[in-house]
């Protein structure tokens, strides 16, 4: 089973910018639709983005326009670039295969002045 390790998070003020990488123990090159999930404090895991094998992407209404999910198959690496941060987007925020296989630990994102 393909292991995934995500980095990039940090501390941010509002309006920063982050870029956060997942990268897999193997290929990604045959899984259809990899995604970006996060889990905020006090709520469920939500699904934020993903992409398809061909490059379509799909958002959460709350982060069109400011977050970019993209994808490298050569590198079995994931992106979520995120811009314009808010204190909202605070969370742990994981990728994973849709449907999901073996979660990572994650990677911390706050969003504080």
């Known amino acids: 089973q393909v292991q995934l390790v995500e980095s990039g998070g940090g501390l941010v003020q509002p309006g920063g910018s982050l870029r956060l990488s997942c990268a897999a123990s193997?290929?990604?090159?045959?899984?259809?639709?990899m995604g970006w999930f996060r889990r905020r404090p006090g709520k469920q895991r939500e699904l934020v983005a993903y992409?398809?094998?061909?490059?379509?992407?799909t958002y959460v209404d709350s982060v069109k326009g400011r977050f970019t999910i993209s994808r490298d198959n050569a590198k079995n690496t994931v992106y979520l670039q995120m811009n314009s941060l808010k204190p909202e987007d605070t969370a742990v925020y994981c990728c994973?295969?849709?449907?999901?296989?073996?979660w990572g630990q994650g990677t911390q994102v706050t969003v504080s002045s």
């Open positions: 992409i398809t094998s061909g490059g379509a992407t």
């Open positions: 193997g290929s990604i090159a045959s899984i259809n639709i």
């Open positions: 994973n295969a849709i449907p999901a296989g073996a």
